[in-house]
T-cell receptor, first 116, second 114 residues
Framework: GAVVSQHPSWVICKSGTSVKIECRSLDFQATTMFWYRQFPKQSLMLMATSNEGSKATYEQGVEKDKFLINHASLTLSTLTVTSAHPEDSSFYIC????????????FGSGTQLSVL | AQSVTQPDIHITVSEGASLELRCNYS??????LFWYVQSPGQGLQLLLK??????LVQGIKGFEAEFKRSQSSFNLRKPSVHWSDAAEYFC????????????FGTGTRLKVLA
């Protein structure tokens, strides 16, 4: 089946620094990728839709200047948490859409971000 | 407003017992329906999906779900639970047009007693 690789699996950073999370579709091309945030024991909240070669579309309430998304190729999208603060600590998950595979949407394994 | 409700936050069953996880949705039209499973610290794995046709769908790991239009429900079932089924289960809905902006329920955490 299609594989989405998300890296790193976990990251600890100091407050004020920036962190980049990568989401790669390993064996298919993903014109669209999605970024979610998940708080402990809660559901996934869609943060933004990332389209290859164009600007990301952010959901209401998500700061686009804090959560920078780049989808430079058909297999890679990155989420950069800029000037991270403790309240940004969360589990971030990406998913990639394949128009040619029946299941359509494939999820990465997630990144646990802890901001000290 | 579009929403997905999973009424049970936690469910505990004994190994070998049957399982039913509830999911109700509110949507303008019949959406695409999904069940995902998430192990701790992991991403989501698709168990099964309903797009159209037969309202009883079979998935992986012995799971099945039944779409009931009149009740706006898509409950997940398994006749005999295994200890390895302990995880978080999410119901999700997506637009029939296939935009793939899913709406997720709040999840049900399943605990399996040996």
């Amino acid at each position: 089946g299609a594989v989405v690789s998300q890296h790193p699996s976990w990251v600890i950073c100091k407050s004020g620094t920036s962190v980049k999370i990568e989401c790669r579709s390993l064996d298919f091309q993903a014109t669209t990728m999605f970024w979610y945030r998940q708080f402990p024991k809660q559901s996934l909240m869609l943060m933004a839709t990332s389209n290859e070669g164009s600007k990301a579309t952010y959901e209401q309430g998500v700061e686009k200047d804090k959560f920078l998304i780049n989808h430079a190729s058909l297999t890679l999208s990155t989420l950069t948490v800029t000037s991270a603060h403790p309240e940004d600590s969360s589990f971030y998950i990406c998913s990639a859409y394949s128009g040619t595979i029946n299941e359509k949407l494939f999820f990465g394994s997630g990144t646990q971000l802890s901001v000290l | 407003a579009q929403s997905v409700t999973q009424p049970d936050i936690h469910i505990t069953v004994s190994e070998g017992a049957s399982l039913e996880l509830r999911c109700n949705y509110s949507y303008g039209a019949t959406p695409y329906l999904f069940w995902y499973v998430q192990s701790p610290g992991q991403g989501l794995q698709l168990l099964l999906k309903y797009f159209s046709g037969d309202t009883l769908v079979q998935g992986i790991k012995g799971f099945e779900a039944e779409f009931k239009r009149s009740q706006s429900s898509f409950n997940l079932r398994k006749p005999s639970v295994h200890w390895s089924d302990a995880a978080e289960y999410f119901c999700a809905v997506g637009a029939p047009s296939g935009t793939y902006k899913y709406i997720f329920g709040t999840g049900t955490r399943l605990k399996v007693l040996a």
